[in-house]
């Protein structure tokens, strides 16, 4: 069956770094465009970046710059590099394959 697993999050201080990891098995990942979204606490689900088998990417206007989406097809993992975080980024994680969603890792951003 479908599984994705994120991992990578935490605490950081504002300004800071971050990577998310997303492990996925059970389909073809290689031909699968992949997405990260996050939700706030008291907020709906979110688009926050895609990337597609052929690498083209896209991403929410607000983290564009900021975050890059990246794919291993030899792992079968994507990641999501996250830089110059602001508070306004904290919220859970989610990894997305089009119809499948993990169990999402938190992200805080706060001094």
């Known amino acids: 069956q479908v599984q994705l697993v994120e991992s990578g999050g935490g605490l950081v201080q504002p300004g800071g770094s971050l990577r998310l990891s997303c492990a996925a098995s059970?389909?073809?990942?290689?031909?699968?465009?992949m997405a990260w979204f996050r939700q706030a606490p008291g907020k709906e689900r979110d688009f926050v970046a895609a990337?597609?088998?052929?690498?083209?990417?896209s991403y929410k206007d607000s983290v564009r710059g900021r975050f890059t989406i990246s794919r291993d097809n030899a792992k079968n993992t994507v990641y999501l590099h996250m830089d110059r975080l602001k508070p306004e980024d904290t919220a859970v994680y989610y990894c997305?394959?089009?119809?499948?969603w993990g169990q999402g890792t938190q992200v805080t951003v706060s001094s």
């Open positions: 990337i597609t088998y052929s690498d083209a990417t």
């Open positions: 059970g389909f073809a990942f290689r031909y699968s465009t």
């Open positions: 997305n394959n089009g119809g499948s």
